[in-house]
């Protein structure tokens, strides 16, 4: 019935407040599911769930509010595991004991009237305040099998299992779909609909002994991201996207714009079942409509190439790569590197041609996780090269993400010490050695520690770096050594900063931690309730510092450096010239066929991410990178 595609039958977006913000059923696809019940229940079998399901019509915008509230009350939604517990109880997504049901729920119809029915599987993402439910197409088969998993008595089920649910759920290519589906819906709520970053170069370089002597004294031709080709609507002045960017918290969620996101997904799903689910390509067909200009002969125009272009021809790449540390500089605890990356594209090729470039530096990079763009055909990987064969999309497009190692020293390294000298003052002191081992062409752009207090008022602090320039916020110190404009390449340099920092006094008392204790046994509150005490006309800023003050631990002057609190420092930075994990595009190999005059670019880039420097005299975490931070 659902063909091996994705078909979706609704689409519905919440409000912290259990309330309706959005919705879209699909008549077309509701008909399909309804003839494919009646097909299926002329064996005269009868399921709790599934003959109501079919017989009744999808629920109003406030029943499916009043359902996910109730499961929200039951079982949570972000800090529930999906794992049973003592408070699980048949029939509920927790008793089926798989993670996998915090992200795909069912959603339980107890009518008044009529036989209850339950709509599965039902896709969440919480995305900027709002929980975006999408509901697919799937055959009676699936349903009814995740139907008897809700009364299954064992706990949970072995993965080799044919029956389990990650089984049931490996045959459904629609979920991938509705994750799509959630994906870009979420990201046109919360308005990141912008394409990736492909950087390029602001001036030609002039090769030869000019670029070594420039480049040896940190001047050089600077890096700049390039926008996509394709035309975009821009939010008019009464446009709710233009007013979530000024206005205040409303009830904890910030308003979207709903006839964009209408108009979206007219053009995208038609009928429910999705085509095309790129923003650019949506938004162009729209504004310039398909190309009129004939077809290459024997050759299909690709769904993600809705227009050919027309222009000065070229290829660009970009190796856009984030690494992130925890370096604790202490023998017992090894030091955490991970670089995640991504290879970008922007080809202004005339018609449909084939490109096709070697990945090089695998043998070194040692990647660890791949994926690539829908459009890529990737050969087996050999030694150290690996050949990608595409036909590009038009606009800025992501080629491939991978995840590694970091091959080289990391970018920053060294210590950090702080230790308090009485309850309101402590003394820091850094040691750190920037771009060791790093030669031309790699460029450190800027570099930048910031020492955060969240749990104190800084008041003053003393101290002169040996490089670089200070200053202070309400709650952090920000040790600038390497400024934009005045890049490091070629060289490293080694930086200290001693220093004392004082606080305000305490006005406020301690909070027990041990109120804080949880039981193991348990579910504990859901988090995502607390987005409802965001007042008014709050700040963001200032409700995400509450909760930060609320939630750490508090701490005793004889263990006054709790990591939860201020155990560490964090580092940014940005290094263009060259990448970290070792893989890279050779801009000579590149091949398009059929040929054509198209100069080939490609820049490499690497900045922080979760960078931190753990402080060596304090108490130090068992885990290696807490992503709460």
Same mark, same amino acid.
């Given at each position: ?11 519905? +977006? ?28 002329? /064996? ?15 629920? #109003?915008?406030?029943?499916? #509010? ?26 509920? /997504? ?13 959603? $339980? ?10 709509? @599965? ?15 697919? !197409? ?26 389990? !649910? ?16 959630? %994906?870009?819906?979420?990201? +046109? +709520?919360?308005?990141? +609909? ?15 002994? *000019? ?19 394709? #035309? ?44 095309? !689910? ?25 769904? @993600? ?7 000065? %021809? ?37 018609? *449909?041609?084939?490109?096709? *470039? ?15 763009? $829908?459009?890529? %055909? ?15 999309? *038009? ?188 893989? #890279? ?45």
């Amino acid at each position: 019935m659902s063909g091996g595609g994705c078909s979706i039958r609704a689409i519905w +977006i919440l409000t912290p407040n259990d309330t309706v913000a959005f919705s879209r059923r699909f008549a077309v696809v509701e008909k399909r599911w309804r003839a494919a019940w009646e097909e299926e229940e002329g /064996d005269g079998e009868r399921h709790r769930w599934g003959t109501g399901a079919a017989k009744m019509p999808l629920p #109003a915008d406030h029943e499916v #509010a009043a359902a996910f509230a109730e499961r929200r009350r039951r079982e949570g939604t972000a800090r529930s595991s999906g794992i049973r517990t003592n408070v699980s109880s048949v029939g509920l /997504d927790s008793w089926v004991d798989d993670p996998i049901t915090r992200h795909i729920i069912s959603l $339980h119809m107890d009518k008044e009237e009529g036989d209850p029915f339950m709509l @599965w599987p039902v896709v969440l993402q919480k995305r900027g305040g709002y929980y975006v439910l999408v509901l697919p !197409l799937v055959d009676p088969q699936p349903f009814r099998a995740y139907e008897n998993l809700l009364k299954r008595s064992d706990c949970g089920g072995s993965a080799k299992e044919n029956n389990n !649910l990650s089984s049931i759920l490996f045959n459904l290519p629609c979920i991938t779909g509705a994750f799509m589906v959630a %994906q870009v819906v979420g990201d +046109i +709520i919360t308005g990141d +609909i912008a394409e990736p970053e492909v950087i390029v170069s602001s001036g030609p370089s002039v090769g030869g002994l *000019l670029d070594s002597l420039t480049g040896s004294i940190g001047i050089s031709a600077r890096a700049k991201p390039i926008a996509a080709p394709v #035309a975009a609507p821009t939010a008019s002045v009464s446009s709710p996207v233009g007013a979530a960017q000024s206005d205040s918290l409303k009830g904890g969620v910030r308003p979207f714009d709903k006839d964009l996101l209408q108009n979206f997904i007219i053009g995208a799903m038609p009928f429910g079942t999705p085509q095309d !689910l790129n923003y650019a390509n949506v938004t162009s067909i729209r504004t310039t409509g398909f190309s009129g200009d004939p077809l290459p002969t024997d050759q299909k125009q690709p769904a @993600w190439k809705p227009y050919l272009y027309k222009g000065r %021809q070229r290829i660009l790449f970009s190796s856009l790569e984030t690494i992130n540390a925890a370096l604790y500089d202490r023998d017992d605890v090894p030091d955490f590197l991970s670089v995640s990356g991504q290879v970008t594209c922007r080809a202004e090729l005339e018609g *449909l041609p084939d490109v096709s *470039l070697p990945l090089t530096g695998l043998k070194t990079a040692h990647i660890e996780v791949s994926s690539f763009h $829908h459009c890529v %055909q990737a050969s087996e990987p050999t030694a150290n090269k690996q050949t990608l064969v595409f036909q590009p999309p *038009l606009g800025n497009f992501v080629l491939m993400h991978y995840q590694a190692p970091c091959n080289i020293a990391p970018p920053v390294k060294g210590f950090y010490q702080l230790s308090m000298v009485s309850e309101n003052e402590g003394a820091f002191l850094f040691k750190l050695s920037l771009m060791e081992g790093y030669k031309s062409p790699f460029i450190m752009d800027f570099c930048m520690i910031t020492m955060p207090f969240p749990r104190r008022r800084v008041a003053s602090y003393d101290g002169n770096p040996s490089i670089g320039t200070v200053s202070m916020t309400e709650h952090s110190i920000e040790w600038r050594i390497v400024s934009s404009g005045r890049g490091l390449s070629g060289r490293s340099i080694d930086a200290t900063f001693p220093g004392t920092v004082k606080f305000q006094p305490r006005t406020t008392q301690r909070i027990n931690s041990s109120s804080r204790f949880i039981s193991s046994t348990g579910y504990t509150e859901d988090s995502d309730s607390e987005q409802d005490n965001v007042k008014n006309g709050a700040s963001l800023d200032d409700y995400i510092m509450e909760k930060i003050n609320k939630d750490l631990q508090a701490v005793d002057l004889e263990e006054p450096l709790s990591w939860q609190a201020y155990n560490y420092a964090k580092v940014s930075f940005k290094v263009t010239g060259g990448t970290l994990s070792g893989l #890279a595009i050779d801009p000579k190999s590149v091949n398009i066929y059929p040929s054509a005059k198209a100069p080939a670019e490609y820049s490499m880039q690497a900045s922080s991410g979760d960078y931190i420097l753990w402080n060596t005299l304090g108490k130090c975490p068992t885990a290696a990178l807490p992503r709460e931070l």
